[in-house]
């Protein structure tokens, strides 16, 4: 209709997902003014399916311009199309290509074994972990009651693996190797590829964000024991310091509209 402002994009997402933030933190990156929407976890992959046609099972989902869009990579591709200021993707086709290596080396090899790791060391403290289930639950889950910490612990147990040792221990072992691998990337330089942020960094940046909890990023309620008690295997690595940088440099807030169903998004605010 003539003179009828494009649809704001509507990001479906996870408040505490670090896939979700990867895609948030790109949004907020160019300054695009969205909306947030959130469903109850478990559930979302109901509404990943049916907003995609059964493309796409898992969050975050993007509506950019009408058309659903799974997969945070694919989302942040079709940002770039639509909206290249700022760039996240070097101009230089050999970087660029460098680029688009490390963000994928980050999705595959980082993000599922931290969230294996990180939710395997939350679910320890079962009381603080059923206290952070019922107070992050979206309302729908809430209403559950005693029930909502079981289902927390089941979803993570069944989706990603997260009530075996042993299978924690490998994504631990995992997670090790990819931040020295990282660290050697990085060599004596500030950003992975070249000299500014691009997507390789806030790809790795965001996957990472649970094993360090930096102020600028999403808010929990809680930090992870398994950090706070092996501080010498991990919070001190190289590569977890860098993350923290490029969070205070670079993770700035973006624009939600004002009709956004979810104002804060990313839990922050949140009490
Ligand atoms: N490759 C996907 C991974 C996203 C992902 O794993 N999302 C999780 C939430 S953190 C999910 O929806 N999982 C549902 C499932 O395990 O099937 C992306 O980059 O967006």
Not at 23 to 37: M, S, T
Not at 227 to 249: G, K, N, Q, S
């Given at each position: 209709m003539p003179g009828q402002a494009a649809a704001k994009p509507v990001l479906w997402h996870i408040p505490i997902s670090h896939y979700s933030e990867k895609?948030?933190?790109?949004?907020?990156?160019?300054?695009?003014?969205?909306?947030?929407?959130v469903t109850v976890p478990g559930y979302h992959m109901l509404v990943a399916l049916a907003l995609t046609r059964g493309r796409q099972i898992t969050f975050p989902v993007l509506v950019l311009d009408q058309r659903p869009i799974g997969d945070s990579s694919a989302i942040i591709a079709a940002?770039?199309?639509?909206?290249?200021?700022?760039?996240?993707?070097?101009?230089?086709?050999?970087?660029?290509?460098?680029?688009?290596?490390?963000?994928?080396?980050?999705?595959?090899?980082?993000?599922?074994?931290?969230?294996?790791?990180?939710?395997?060391?939350?679910?320890?403290?079962?009381?603080?972990?059923?206290?952070?289930?019922?107070?992050?639950?979206?309302?729908?889950?809430?209403?559950?009651?005693?029930?909502?910490?079981?289902?927390?612990?089941?979803?993570t147990a069944m989706r990603f693996g997260a009530g075996s040792e042993a299978a924690a221990k490998r994504s631990r072992a995992r997670v090790e190797r990819a931040l020295d691998r990282l660290e050697r990337e990085l060599g004596a330089n500030r950003y992975l590829v070249g000299d500014r942020f691009t997507i390789a960094d806030l790809a790795a940046a965001s996957l990472l964000y649970p094993l360090v909890l930096p102020p600028e990023g999403p808010k929990l309620r809680?930090?992870?024991?398994?950090?706070?008690?092996?501080?010498?295997?991990?919070?001190?690595?190289?590569?977890?310091?860098?993350?923290?940088?490029?969070?205070?440099?670079?993770?700035?807030?973006?624009?939600?509209s004002a009709d956004a169903g979810d104002p804060a998004g990313d839990g922050a605010g949140a009490s």
């Open positions: 895609v948030r933190w790109a949004l907020d990156y160019k300054g695009i003014e969205h909306q947030r929407r940002l770039e199309r639509r909206h290249p200021d700022p760039p996240l993707y070097p101009s230089e086709p050999a970087e660029r290509r460098r680029a688009l290596a490390l963000e994928e080396f980050a999705d595959d090899q980082l993000g599922p074994h931290v969230r294996r790791f990180a939710y395997h060391e939350a679910r320890r403290d079962r009381a603080r972990f059923a206290e952070w289930a019922r107070r992050e639950s979206p309302p729908a889950l809430a209403r559950l009651g005693p029930l909502a910490p079981a289902y927390a612990r089941a979803f809680f930090t992870l024991d398994g950090i706070e008690d092996r501080p010498e295997r991990l919070a001190e690595h190289p590569t977890l310091h860098w993350v923290r940088e490029m969070f205070r440099r670079h993770r700035r807030r973006g624009i939600l």
